[in-house]
């Protein structure tokens, strides 16, 4: 099987999915950083609550390489 120029390895996907999610994670952070405003709250400072998702688990494998992940759904 050819791999052509213009295909994206399943690592760089990954990394550049990460990178992304960063870039999105910070963007509104910093349009309402602001010197004059102070945070009220501090008690939940780092903690992140997350409902209803579907986060990988494993892998799939066929032939001794992966081909899937699996996902499951944690409400």
């Given amino acids: 099987m ?7 390895s399943r690592k760089d996907f990954i990394r550049n ?3 992304a999610m ?4 910070l963007i509104p952070n910093i349009m ?8 009220k709250d ?3 400072k780092g903690k ?7 986060l990988e688990t494993g892998f ?4 001794g390489e992966v081909s899937s992940t699996k996902t ?3 409400i």
């Fill in 60 to 63: 799939e494998y066929e032939e």
């Fill in 48 to 54: 992140l609550s997350l409902k209803n998702v579907r």
């Fill in 72 to 74: 499951d759904l944690f």
């Fill in 22 to 25: 960063a870039g999105l994670t």
């Fill in 42 to 44: 501090t008690s939940a």
């Fill in 2 to 8: 050819k791999i052509s120029d213009n295909t994206l």
């Fill in 32 to 39: 309402t950083a602001s010197p004059l405003f102070e945070a």
């Fill in 17 to 19: 999915s990460a990178l």
